[in-house]
């Protein structure tokens, strides 16, 4: 079976050389279109060259000075970056270039030609100089008006700076103006507040406040938990609890309204009782378990220890009730000194809310003071600084070389044509570019791969300069076209060792369309497996323009059309060839009713008798597309080849013949890629004519 391309890793590589021989053979067949591009391309500069006037250059200069800027009333270098672009920017404003072309007709009326000139600014690369270039139709005129724009431009950035000066002088009065009322307006409110109320006294209450206030409210918080506690535990779960409070805090510890402990006397003893009783009920009961064994139940020790349990359980059931009288007083107690505390919090609140409020507005006012005097201060500096700045910037920019005397420039033939030639080979390529992407007909078994999920069964070289003019010479057993033969070689080993077709009597050659040489293959193969001792017979069945008899020069002058209409038997029609394993059966009398012929009953019992009779059986039919003849017999096959010819055949419509030959349930054993070139990238087999000719 024909092996895929080796080496998945260099698939990048070879699909590139597959493409780049795609556009040159796309440059063989249409090699006129780059020629016309280049020509025109070229025609076009040279209009352009030839209809160019005369131009002359003349250059100068502007010198930038260190930038700097007044803060705080010192003198700082400022970041240059974004200030070249921004006078380049300048220098090519129409405004300015208008003022240039005035200046130069007042000063020199006789000149002309101004308004056709061409200015271009840069900045000289490590230097902070302005290089202005202009080119022009009239040297004179060229040089007058560079100099001309920059002293336009030092005038316009010096009104430029003025201007804007005195404006922000005028806004920065106003606004020292504006915030010396506004500061004024703040101290009288600060002075007032700190009249109305005396905030020494309301700052030390604040701070007062809110401590006691945490103080009460950490001893609500821990009545709140003592009640939960009493509330949610069971009276034997309170007695079994250990009966000493936590420590008073600092707040409860100095505020007459202390609650009483949790652990009162009377809770301890009744705990103390309590843990004693139970005890003592473990040790009666112990202490009876243990008699059990010895003593009868009447037994007077045994009739005293249960009198003494059932007293120790009496006892439990009163401390238990008591306990209960007590949790509910203690919660009762609870209950009316979180009132109190409540009441208590509430007042304290308020005080420290409102001394809360009174410091808040005291800090706003003092905070908005400070705030109006550092913005007072700042804005006076900054006016300090303008007048001091006003006189820098002006001194900034000099001419630091007028304009060089005007010289012609050449019209740069050589790199007009070179553009010429550029510009029409890449519009070549853009045209090959999209003829390639409207091209889809295959020329190599990479693009095979990519487009169709078939086998190739067999890559067929292109033999075109063995042709005579009686067609294509058959192959021979000692044939000198040695790749050609290889390749049939492969084929015939490909469906030989096909896995999972052991029983391949009968094959269809078929194609697409016309013109793709399934005739030629199916000739071809049929030698080769006569070649190898297989006994073959190959009919031809392109009832409509099968040409089988003359490719092995013989009668064709009954065959399957005269077997099929019942004339004569397929015995009788059948031809020795020069091949001693090969038989021919063909076409016989064209007809325009084979596809009624191909269906007739005499069809079925031939192919049988034929599969009895040969080994192989190779039926060449029509074009898929061409007629329905391949579709309709190729179910009773045991497989179909269908041909493609390299660099001929659309993949639509191969496609489009796949699909009509699946949807007739045919076995498609692979694809046969004819007239490969063998200078292909991906044609990997065959290239080696001298060993084969050893």
């Known amino acids: 079976m024909e092996h895929n391309p080796p080496g998945k890793s260099h698939e990048w590589l070879t699909r590139l050389s597959v493409k780049f021989y795609r556009y040159r053979t796309l440059v063989r067949r249409h090699w006129w279109i780059p020629l016309l591009t280049i020509s025109l391309g070229l025609a076009i500069e040279g209009w352009i060259v030839l209809q160019k006037k005369t131009q002359f250059e003349s250059i100068g200069r502007l010198t930038v000075g260190d930038q700097v800027q007044i803060e705080q009333g010192q003198k700082v270098v400022e970041d240059s970056n974004y200030y070249y672009g921004t006078q380049i920017e300048l220098l090519q404003n129409p405004e300015i270039r208008q003022r240039a072309i005035q200046r130069l007709g007042l000063m020199a009326p006789e000149l002309s030609g101004a308004d056709d000139i061409e200015m271009t600014a840069v900045v000289v690369p ?65 002075r007032a507040y700190v009249e109305a109320n005396n905030m020494g006294l309301w700052a030390e209450q ?21 009640r939960n506690r009493l509330q949610n535990l069971t009276s034997e779960q309170l007695l079994q609890q250990p009966t000493s409070a936590p420590p008073p805090s600092p707040a409860q510890a100095g505020s007459n309204d202390t609650a009483s402990d949790s652990g009162s006397p009377m809770s301890d003893s009744l705990n103390q009782q309590y843990i004693e009783a139970t005890q003592n009920l473990m040790q009666a009961k112990a202490q009876y378990a243990e008699r059990s064994k010895v003593w009868k139940p009447a037994h007077p020790g045994m009739i005293k220890i249960k009198d003494d349990i059932d007293s120790v359980e009496r006892l439990l059931s009163t401390i238990q009730e008591q306990n209960s009288a007590s949790t509910g007083a203690r919660i009762a107690t609870i209950d009316a000194e979180l009132k109190t505390l409540n009441d208590s919090i509430k007042v304290w609140e308020t005080k420290a809310l409102e001394a809360s ?20 201060e700042k804005l006076n500096l900054s006016m300090t600084g303008l007048d001091v700045g006003k006189g820098i910037d002006q001194q900034r ?14 019209p740069k033939t050589v790199a007009h044509l ?7 080979l890449l519009l070549a390529l853009a045209i090959m570019g999209l003829m390639d992407k409207a091209d889809d007909r295959i020329t190599s078994s990479s693009e095979v791969l990519e ?85 073959v017979v190959l009919v031809d069945a392109d009832l409509r323009r099968g040409d089988m008899a003359s490719l092995f020069d013989i009668d064709g002058r009954f065959g ?54 040969f080994d192989l059986v190779i039926f060449n039919t029509s074009p898929v597309l061409a007629t329905d003849d391949a579709a309709a017999l190729a179910p009773n096959f045991d497989g179909t080849l269908m041909v493609i010819r390299a660099g001929f055949t659309s993949a639509r419509l191969t496609h489009n013949s796949l699909r009509a030959l699946y949807q007739r349930q045919v076995n498609v054993l692979g694809l046969i890629l004819n007239c490969v070139d063998a200078e292909m990238p991906d044609y990997y087999y065959y290239r080696y004519p001298k060993y084969y000719a050893a």
């Open 397 to 410: 920019l000099t001419i630091s070389m007028n304009a060089t005397p005007p010289r012609e420039v050449p």
């Open 451 to 535: 487009q169709f999920s078939e086998p190739i069964l067999g890559q067929i070289p292109n033999v075109e300069d063995s042709r005579t003019e009686a067609g294509l010479p058959q192959l021979q057993p000692e044939d000198d076209r040695y790749m050609y033969a290889e390749a049939f070689r492969s084929l015939r080993s490909s469906l030989v060792f096909m896995p999972g077709q052991d029983e391949l009597r009968s094959i269809i050659v078929t194609s697409a369309i016309p013109g793709e040489g399934k005739s030629t293959i199916a000739s071809n193969l049929s030698v080769t497996m006569a070649m190898a001792g297989a006994r």
């Open 560 to 613: 399957l059309s005269s077997i099929l209409r019942g004339e004569v038997g397929w015995r009788s029609v059948t031809q020795e060839t020069k091949y001693p394993t090969l038989t021919l059966i063909p076409r016989g009398p064209v007809t325009n009713q084979s596809g009624e012929l191909l269906l007739a009953p005499a069809m079925d019992q031939m192919m049988k008798e034929l599969r009895e009779s």
């Open 126 to 190: 490590r230097s902070s100089i302005f290089e202005i270039n202009a080119l022009g139709p009239q040297p004179e005129t060229t040089r007058r008006f560079v100099d001309a724009l920059m002293q336009e431009f030092i005038a316009y950035k010096r009104e430029q700076v003025s201007e804007s000066t005195d404006h922000t002088m005028m806004q920065v009065k106003e606004e020292l103006a504006q915030l010396g009322r506004t500061r004024e307006k703040a101290e009288t409110e600060l």
């Open 357 to 376: 409020r009174k410091n808040a507005e005291f800090k706003r006012l003092t905070d908005s003071v400070s705030r109006a005097k550092d913005f007072y």
């Open 206 to 226: 604040g701070e007062t406040s809110g401590k006691f206030l945490s103080d009460l409210k950490t001893k609500q918080a821990n009545l709140i938990n003592e």
């Open 418 to 424: 070179a553009t010429g030639l550029i510009g029409g």
